[in-house]
């Protein structure tokens, strides 16, 4: 089975820094993934990592551990509308689904 | 690239009825996609894998005759959830990636609102 673990609210201010965790259990990896989804909308691709490091897409960075099992995503220079809810995701294997971690309600006031 | 198109946005209708939720990748070839369900506040949860071609894997718990799907080209599945109830509303994404295999960043569909009344 595979599960995956990340704190269910996080608050911060504009202009913040904040890194939101996910640990996760697979019985097989094909990599890390990253989504935020507003309210009432879609899960939206923020970022992916495959290998051990850190990936960095603007005000947005995601790091993977893969001996730890662990990974994070690093929004930086907050925004109001960054205010969502955020998904960490695991592929057990190549074309298989996403598995969904529970989710981060982000909460950014000003 | 890699756009997925869901129809409805959204639906109403009445216990017992049928409704059907179309998924469209339209400038790829998806062979397989994927249903999601999403309950309000809570995290996506994979309902089945649907495989151009050939019979939906279901994801244990998930009631095949009850959410039926199709996948009779590569571009197009469909999801019909048959004699709704109310605890059948919910928000429901399919999702695609490329049939040449891309690696990550899976495109979702914008959601379907079923609404059971």
């Known amino acids: 089975g595979q599960s995956l673990e990340q704190p269910s609210e996080v608050t911060a201010v504009e202009g913040a820094i904040v890194q939101i965790n996910c640990t996760y259990q697979?019985?097989?990896?094909?990599?890390l993934s990253w989504y935020q989804q507003h309210d009432g909308g879609a899960p939206t691709f923020l970022s992916y990592?495959?290998?051990?490091g850190l990936e960095e897409t603007g005000r947005f960075s995601s790091f993977l551990s893969r001996s730890d099992s662990y990974g994070y995503l690093l929004l930086q220079e907050l925004q109001m509308k960054d205010s969502a809810s955020y998904f960490c995701?695991?592929?057990?294997?190549?074309?298989?689904?996403?598995?969904f971690g529970k989710g981060t309600t982000l909460s950014v006031s000003s | 690239g890699a756009v997925v198109s869901q129809h409805p946005s959204w639906v109403i209708c009445k216990s017992g009825t049928s409704v059907k939720i179309e998924c469209r990748s339209l400038?790829?070839?998806?062979?397989?996609m994927f249903w999601y369900r999403q309950f309000p506040k809570q995290s996506l949860m994979l309902m089945a894998t649907?495989?151009?071609?050939?019979?939906?894997?279901?994801e244990q718990g998930v009631e095949k005759d009850k959410f039926l799907i199709n996948h009779a080209s590569l571009t197009l599945s469909t999801l019909t959830v048959t004699s709704a109830h109310p605890e059948d509303s919910s928000f429901y994404i399919c999702?695609?990636?490329?049939?040449?295999?891309?690696?990550?960043?899976?495109?979702f569909g914008s959601g379907t609102r079923l609404t059971v009344v």
């Open positions: 990592n495959a290998l051990d």
């Open positions: 649907s495989n151009e071609g050939s019979k939906a894997t279901y």
């Open positions: 400038d790829f070839q998806a062979t397989t």
């Open positions: 995701a695991v592929k057990g294997q190549a074309g298989t689904a996403l598995i």
């Open positions: 697979t019985s097989g990896f094909y990599g």
């Open positions: 999702s695609a990636s490329p049939a040449t295999g891309a690696n990550y960043g899976y495109t």
